[in-house]
T-cell receptor, first 114, second 112 residues
Framework: GAGVSQSPSNKVTEKGKDVELRCDPI?????LYWYRQSLGQGLEFLIY????????KSGLPSDRFSAERTGGSVSTLTIQRTQQEDSAVYLC????????????FGSGTQLSVL | DQQVKQNSPSLSVQEGRISILNCDYT??????FLWYKKYPAEGPTFLIS?????DKNEDGRFTVFLNKSAKHLSLHIVPSQPGDSAVYFC???????????FGPGTRLSVLP
């Protein structure tokens, strides 16, 4: 596609429910990143994929968070047993391989946990 | 402990004047820096980058300066325009890592 696509754009859920957030990166981009931005905060790194493997999961805040990527393309971020502190904008970005390439971000998923 | 700091949460500048956004980092292994701009309800968009082998990079109205000894970089926008009003994030990477570390952002308001 022309850009990074994320769905849904907004998600409201109840505390304790599981949610799945989807990211479609730019075609041909092998690197994929998940970040989140809590209200009034900066971008917090969650996880990085190179192809289908995740060499850096250091930012996942707890074992309730997991992510996968299939076919070197679409990625899903899953949050189990959501908590109110999980409320944030979850941003996905993709880039051509290599740390020196700039990231292209999607518009994000606004997650609200009630 | 924040590795990338943007100590000014907000900045207001008159249209036509220069905007200077600052960023400080603590990790001496960082060697590649980027600036992103973010409008509400949109993802950040890339503005300009600089490698540690340079101390200045210019692209139109945007110039980034890097002072490695002070671990400081700044983004200059001149002349500032109302459309530049957004949140600006500084990001850094290095040491062979694939992760970009972002600062907390500075909200720039350019007043007409």
């Amino acid at each position: 596609g022309a850009g990074v696509s994320q769905s849904p754009s907004n998600k409201v859920t109840e505390k304790g429910k599981d949610v799945e957030l989807r990211c479609d990166p730019i075609s041909g981009h092998t690197a994929l990143y998940w970040y989140r931005q809590s209200l009034g905060q900066g971008l917090e790194f969650l996880i990085y994929f190179q192809g289908n493997s995740a060499p850096d999961k250091s930012g996942l805040p707890s074992d309730r968070f997991s992510a996968e990527r299939t076919g070197g393309s679409v990625s899903t971020l899953t949050i189990q047993r959501t908590q109110q502190e999980d409320s944030a904008v979850y941003l996905c970005a993709s880039s051509l391989a290599g740390v020196r390439e700039k990231l292209f971000f999607g518009s994000g998923t606004q997650l609200s946990v009630l | 402990d924040q590795q990338v700091k943007q100590n000014s949460p907000s900045l207001s500048v008159q249209e036509g004047r220069i905007s200077i956004l600052n960023c400080d980092y603590t990790n001496s292994m960082f060697d590649y820096f980027l600036w992103y701009k973010k409008y509400p309800a949109e993802g950040p968009t890339f503005l300009i980058s600089i490698s540690s082998i340079k101390d200045k990079n210019e692209d139109g109205r945007f110039t980034v300066f890097l002072n490695k000894s002070a671990k400081h970089l700044s983004l200059h926008i001149v002349p500032s325009q109302p459309g530049d009003s957004a949140v600006y994030f500084c990001a850094a990477s290095g040491d062979g890592g694939q992760n970009f570390v972002f600062g907390p952002g500075t909200r720039l308001s350019v007043l007409p």
